[in-house]
């Protein structure tokens, strides 16, 4: 079974830097783009960061490249999202994903609140 378990998100001042993990199991890493996503209030969902293990790269959204950071483990069962110099507007709800741009499974998501 496929599953993707976010934490890591919270209430931080803008300037601040949070990181959120994705726990990952019932699938390879290998074989499948990991994504981020994020939905603010009273929009939809976007496309954060993704990452490919077996192409070894990394993609960002315009609005976050340069201040978010996508990586994975050794053992290749977490994703993570180091998020600094946070704004309000990153403010949402974050999700994990398996594929991207477009996933077939995702995480329940984890809420990021930034303060100005």
């Known amino acids: 079974e496929v599953q993707l378990v976010e934490s890591g998100g919270g209430l931080v001042q803008a300037g601040g830097s949070l990181r959120l993990s994705c726990a990952a199991s019932?699938?390879?890493?290998?074989?499948?783009?990991i994504g981020w996503f994020r939905q603010a209030p009273g929009q939809e969902r976007e496309g954060v960061a993704c990452?490919?293990?077996?192409?070894?790269?990394?993609y960002y959204a315009d609005s976050v490249k340069g201040r978010f950071t996508i990586s994975s483990d050794n053992a290749k069962t977490t994703v993570y999202l180091q998020m600094n110099s946070l704004k309000p507007e990153d403010t949402g709800v974050y999700y994990c994903a398996r594929g991207c741009p477009d996933p077939d499974y995702w995480g329940k998501g984890t809420l990021v609140t930034v303060s100005s």
């Open positions: 990452f490919s293990r077996f192409q070894g790269r990394a």
């Open positions: 019932g699938f390879s890493f290998d074989d499948h783009v």
